[in-house]
């Protein structure tokens, strides 16, 4: 079949919206057709080769949409069925899956190759050149085909354009809280950055029953909205955090410090663990970029004071309960999705949804495709 997808030919370009061909699903595999694509910083990060990249690929990873078609062996999924696309695949038989740490699927290590999991390709360029996909998803794109072991089914009542979110910053940013940074009743928490995953990060630590939350942003939108999903304090840097925290606290200072900037840098550490109490656990959730090795960082903290660094990918969530679970949280009006969605956006104007992000204007963009 043809549809439309935005390609990246090549690092540092633009998106290009193109006609594409798109094979049918071969076994374990399905046809979505995609209803909504969120516009996650990842997808900017292998535009600017922040993340390596294989090009061309289609981006786009954090989707929902309608299954059309099931290639052979698929017994779990059918046409009709709404699903949200997880970014990490859980092929629910590898030991990471086998031990409930799905975010950690083995089948993970083949995502950044463009090709599907068994290295062949399914979307072409009408001119026939093979097409990678991002994370072998590909939802900038109005169709797709993925392997099941993306594919997490969803009750149909969900709008699709607010679920999407879950397939990635949602589930980040709330996991970052809940499970990388084990937030508990009464903590002091501290989000760096707040998109997508920071805001959810804030929501997670309020649902954990975090006492005091001081989300750190330059932007000044931004800092307004970190209250609107749970923050009780804002600050436009760290330094400015740093003594406010330090006030708030009555010098305790931040018992989980969750770093969700746009993208991360190894010459903050020392500062972000002046901001973390002793005991305390800071999260690294953002992506630096691939080439930087250096960090500022007395590891006397870690000994001395029993300060912790962690990373987290996914939130450290397991998409087959979390996804599940968020939406359910999402319907008691307990996670805020609606106002995560800043701006929509046509899949023909993604390269201006880009731009607004890098201008501090969402805390998600979401493509639209129906
Ligand atoms: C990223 C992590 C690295 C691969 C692409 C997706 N996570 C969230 O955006
Ligand atoms: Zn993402
Ligand atoms: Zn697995």
Known sequence: METEAAILWGQGE?????????????????L???????????????????????????????????????????????????????????CGKCPSCAKGRSNLCDVGALLMMGSQIDGTYRHHSMSGVDLG????????????????????????????????????????????????????PGDDVVVIGVGG????????ARLAGAEHIFAIDPVPFKREMATTFGATHTAESIDEALALVNEVTWG???????????????????????????????????IHPMSETDVTLSLTWLTLLEKQIVGTIFGSANIRYDIPHLLKLYD????DLDTMVTRTYKLEDVNQGYADMLEGRNIRGVLIYE
């Open 14 to 30: 633009d998106w290009k919206v193109e006609t594409i061909r798109l094979d049918p699903p071969k076994a374990g595999e399905v």
């Open 32 to 90: 979505v057709r995609i209803a909504a694509s969120g516009m996650c910083h990842s997808d900017e990060h292998m535009r600017t080769g922040d993340l390596g990249g294989i090009y061309p690929v289609i981006g786009g990873h954090e989707g929902a949409g309608v299954v059309e078609e099931v290639g052979a062996g698929v017994v779990d999924l059918a046409p009709g069925d709404h699903v949200v696309f997880g970014f990490v695949p859980a």
């Open 133 to 184: 996909t991002m994370v072998c998803l590909g939802t900038f794109a109005k169709h797709t085909v993925v392997n099941q072991a993306s594919c997490v089914k969803i009750l149909d009542h969900y709008p699709l354009d607010k679920a999407c979110l879950i397939g990635c910053g949602v589930t980040t940013g709330w996991g970052s809280s809940v499970y990388a940074a084990e937030v508990k």
């Open 197 to 204: 995953i920071g805001a959810s990060a804030i929501q997670g």
């Open 252 to 286: 305790k200072n931040a018992d989980k410090v969750i770093c969700t900037m746009g993208v991360g840098e190894g010459g903050l550490m020392e500062s972000i663990m002046q901001l973390t109490a002793k005991g305390g656990r800071v999260v690294v959730t953002n």
């Open 332 to 335: 008691q009006g307990q996670l």
